[in-house]
């Protein structure tokens, strides 16, 4: 009886097997370009590869196959698995396509096209392995890996090993990465150097010597094709080797927790807290699955800062941050050494640029909203006639454009003219009750505009009652709130800017009454009525027949009473 697996797809031919058992599922090996690792995956099996699982019952006397699975799930199998191409790592493709001068891979008469993503995070490697130069055309370098036979990262690491007088331990490292772990199912550790150590003789430890007899004979090989002469090593420069093959694999312990990593491509990725290398601050892994969340770190070796900064000194960036950090409420200013996605080192900033500062601060202005600038109520009514004279102008015939657009959106995407000038000093939200924002605001307008706003936009209007009254510019129509008899002898509507103001006509104690923009409308059509129900709650106030031809009155009663 055979319980099927890839095994199964073989032509192997077994004495005996009458019954084979199919669960219908199958590990597919996948090239993940997000993490740059591959990873399986349980999938359904093909129709193809169900129907060769079948051929393995009978093959020599009558037999059975049991399928676990439904008549209609058996309908849905796809003919084929996917090709292979369309899975797997595409550096060594990559690296051949290069070798043969071919810049376009579509060019070239594929079964089935290699896929674009994973093919230029290939390309992108081959870059930061140095085979590939910045027009993506191979290098000596790269010519060298080709002739290897090896994945483009381990011939990398093999070369190089080699410029350094590490010849010996980079091919044994480049045997035992490609061949099965000497250390599977007998120790847990995932620490490469005593997996070298097991190599050189330096460690007579359990192992599987079968295993280690196949590594040895990788790495004679691999020695005898580059010549190289230096037998002696030891595991102390695993780490090291490690980041020249994989430097997105650099990996920097988080804080905070043991055995978490966050990995130089920007991935995490977690190591068994018992392991001892889980309190290393720095490693380089060899091995680890391909988990989209957090990597499972199977083989790493420790590395430090400081070798890693002699590995990749010409990568390492040097940069200056000046960004709003949302939680502090402030401008962070920090100069970081950055190799890839890691901080090699994060300091301080003493003398960031003021531009760079006022910069970072309006970011962060854009992000808390402009209600966290220091309005009064003053400057919230002054925006206010501005906002107005804006629509009307705008809208009119004449003057359109003139004034400013004060609104929020309109201020958030112009504060590098408006307020970035009055923001030296002003580094984080509790510095913004200091800033100047009359000076700032009234400072979109020229002197000219100053002088026309109180023309044509004033604060208050007089009524006939002698009365001063305040304005409301805050709604789409300028607003007027007064009392009935302050306006009788006043024929028609108030106007600002040639716009009829909004009157709220109120009672004698200032309840509402009316709303209108047409007062001699009011005065002809609704006067009448409303005489009626104001005498009758109001009695002793003066509520006149033709209120075009009376006296308006600021008083609450009428003289004499």
């Known amino acids: 009886m055979v319980l099927a697996t890839a095994i199964a797809e073989t032509s192997l031919t077994i004495d005996g097997i009458r019954v084979v058992i199919d669960a219908g599922q199958a590990r597919l090996g996948r090239f993940d370009p997000g993490s740059g690792m591959n990873r399986l995956e349980t999938a359904r099996v093909s129709r193809a590869s169900a129907d060769q699982r079948r051929g393995r019952a009978g093959r020599l006397e009558p037999g059975v196959c049991y399928r676990l699975w439904s008549e209609q799930a058996d309908r849905a199998l796809t003919p084929y698995a996917p090709p292979e191409i369309l899975r797997a ?25 290699p896929p674009a993503a994973p093919l230029a ?48 331990a980079a091919a044994h490292l480049a045997a035992l990465l490609e061949e099965r772990d000497p250390l599977r199912g007998i120790a847990r550790d995932a620490d490469l150097r005593r997996r070298l150590d097991l190599l050189s003789g330096q460690d007579n430890g359990a192992a599987d010597r079968n295993a280690l007899r196949q590594i040895r004979e990788g790495a004679r090989q691999t020695m005898r094709q580059l010549r190289i002469t230096d037998r002696a090593f030891t595991g102390e420069d695993a780490g090291r080797l490690l980041a020249l093959a994989y430097p997105d694999r650099l990996a920097q312990k988080r804080p905070g927790g043991q055995g978490q990593y966050r990995l130089a491509n920007g991935k995490g990725a977690v190591l068994d807290a018992a392991d001892a290398l889980s309190r290393q601050d720095w490693l380089a892994v060899g091995d680890l699955d391909g988990d989209a969340r957090e990597a499972r770190i199977y083989l790493a070796a420790p590395i430090t800062r400081e ?100 609104s929020d959106e309109a201020l958030l995407a112009g504060m590098e003219t408006w307020l970035a000038p009055y923001l030296p000093g002003i580094s984080r939200a509790g510095h913004l009750p200091r800033l100047d924002l009359h000076s700032a605001l009234t400072g979109m307008l020229d002197w000219a505009q100053g002088q026309e706003l109180e023309r044509l936009a004033p604060t208050h209007i007089d009524v006939p009652s002698g009365s001063r009254l305040p304005i409301d510019y805050s709604g789409e129509i300028p607003t007027l ?11 028609q509507t108030p106007t600002v800017a040639g716009v009829p103001v909004l009157l709220h006509l109120l009672s004698p104690a200032h309840r509402p009454i009316q709303v209108t923009r047409d007062l001699a409308s009011f005065w002809a059509n609704t006067y009448r009525d409303v005489k009626k129900d104001l005498a009758g709650r109001y009695p002793r106030h003066y509520w006149p027949d033709n209120p075009l031809e009376a006296e308006p009155t600021a008083r609450a009663k009428r003289r004499g009473t």
């Open 307 to 406: 070798e890693i900064e002699e590995v990749y000194a010409g990568r390492i960036v040097t940069e200056e941050l000046v960004t709003w950090d949302g939680r502090e409420q402030a401008v962070l200013a920090r100069r970081r050494r950055r190799l890839f996605g890691l901080i090699l080192k994060d300091e301080a900033l003493s003398q960031p640029s003021a531009e760079a500062m006022a910069d970072a601060m309006m970011a962060g202005i854009r992000e808390m909203g402009l209600a966290a600038l220091p309005w009064t109520k003053a400057l919230d009514a002054w925006r206010e006639r501005v906002r107005f004279l804006h629509r009307s102008t705008r809208e009119g015939e004449k003057g359109a454009g003139t004034w400013p657009d004060l």
């Open 89 to 113: 790592d595409l550096a060594p493709l990559a690296l051949e396509l290069a070798a043969w001068g071919v810049d376009d891979a579509a060019a070239l008469p594929w079964l089935d096209l």
């Open 121 to 168: 995070q290939a390309r992108a490697l081959l870059n930061q392995l140095g085979a590939l130069d910045d027009a993506q055309k191979i290098t000596p370098h790269g010519r060298r890996m080709a002739t290897l036979g090896m994945h483009p990262r381990l011939a990398h690491m093999v070369l190089v090993g080699m410029d350094l007088g590490l010849g010996a």
């Open 481 to 491: 709130a007064v009392r009935l008899q302050e306006l009788f002898g006043l024929p």
